[in-house]
């Protein structure tokens, strides 16, 4: 039985909520109460001393953070955390999902320049953390890859990794994905360069076209640097109208 046992508002708000919208179950008592029957982990506030004897875990919440406590509360529950493995699914929107041993606990569906960054804060204190990218939008994952410095990354096949999505379910299929992703074996890289293909460069252009309120293309250097992650679309367009 998971227990919260403190007087810090702010922790006990952040965790029972977090719990609840997890649909476990659980159970609160005060700081001197005595600990329930069945107890096999207990979250409190820094600083504080819960009623626990040596066999029971200790969990300490962050205010700031209720969701990182209620993850190892979980895997506490699990008999072990298991390797924090981060599955990505490149795009302009990827899709990313955190697993913990077997479990997600955490899924994104974010835009391309804050990808590195969710995956950044997601691994953070993670022991032995690995992230794994699919190898489909070569510039897009090479991007994040690129951004992921320090943190070991996997480049995976993701041939298959988008599942058939039914009704109801439109707009998840990235994070399916990433989810699929995560659970594959891949190549281990520290970057990946990639040159912009004619065609690519090509899509950009007529995307920039779309865009721009002269229906002006930008150049081919401009379309290549978006292309490398160097420049978003509308900076390049920025750049453009200014020559």
Same mark, same amino acid.
């Given at each position: 039985?998971?227990?919260?046992?403190?007087?810090?508002?702010?922790?006990?708000?952040?965790?029972?909520?977090?719990?609840?919208?997890?649909?476990?179950?659980?159970?609160?008592?005060?700081?001197?109460?005595?600990?329930?029957?069945?107890?096999?982990?207990?979250?409190?506030?820094?600083?504080?001393?819960?009623?626990?004897?040596?066999?029971?875990?200790?969990?300490?919440?962050d205010?700031?953070? !209720?969701r990182?406590? &209620? +993850? @190892?509360?979980?895997? %506490?529950?699990?008999? =072990?955390? #298991?390797?924090?493995?981060? /599955?990505?699914?490149?795009?302009?929107?990827?899709?990313?999902?955190?697993?913990?041993?077997?479990?997600?606990?955490?899924?994104?569906?974010?835009?391309?320049?804050?990808?590195?960054?969710?995956?950044?804060?997601e691994?953070?204190?993670?022991?032995?953390?690995?992230?794994r990218?699919?190898?489909?939008?070569?510039?897009?994952?090479?991007?994040?890859?690129d951004?992921?410095?320090?943190? !070991?990354?996997?480049? &995976? +096949? @993701?041939?298959?990794? %988008?599942?058939y999505? =039914?009704? #109801?379910?439109?707009?998840? /299929?990235?994070?399916?994905?990433?989810?699929?992703?995560?659970?594959?074996?891949?190549?281990?890289?520290?970057?990946?360069?990639?040159?912009?293909?004619?065609?690519?460069?090509?899509?950009?252009?007529?995307?920039?076209?779309?865009?721009?309120?002269?229906?002006?293309?930008?150049?081919?250097?401009?379309?290549?640097?978006v292309?490398?992650?160097?420049?978003?679309?509308?900076?390049?367009?920025?750049?453009?109208?200014? +020559?």
């Amino acid at each position: 039985m998971i227990v919260v046992a403190t007087a810090d508002f702010e922790v006990y708000h952040g965790v029972v909520n977090e719990l609840r919208d997890r649909g476990v179950t659980f159970t609160t008592i005060e700081l001197d109460d005595t600990l329930p029957e069945r107890t096999t982990v207990v979250v409190s506030a820094a600083g504080e001393e819960p009623p626990t004897p040596d066999d029971v875990p200790v969990v300490r919440a962050d205010p700031d953070d !209720p969701r990182r406590a &209620v +993850d @190892e509360v979980l895997a %506490t529950l699990r008999g =072990g955390s #298991g390797r924090t493995v981060v /599955g990505v699914d490149p795009g302009e929107r990827p899709g990313v999902a955190v697993c913990s041993g077997e479990m997600v606990v955490a899924t994104f569906h974010v835009p391309l320049a804050d990808a590195a960054e969710v995956v950044r804060e997601e691994v953070d204190d993670a022991v032995d953390p690995l992230v794994r990218v699919g190898d489909g939008a070569r510039l897009q994952g090479a991007k994040i890859i690129d951004d992921l410095e320090e943190i !070991p990354v996997e480049l &995976v +096949d @993701e041939t298959g990794t %988008t599942p058939y999505l =039914g009704t #109801g379910a439109r707009g998840m /299929g990235d994070v399916l994905a990433a989810v699929n992703i995560a659970r594959l074996e891949g190549e281990r890289v520290e970057s990946r360069t990639i040159e912009p293909t004619t065609g690519e460069l090509q899509r950009i252009k007529e995307r920039s076209r779309e865009r721009s309120e002269e229906n002006r293309a930008i150049d081919e250097e401009l379309a290549r640097r978006v292309a490398l992650g160097e420049l978003s679309l509308d900076e390049a367009l920025g750049e453009h109208r200014e +020559d």
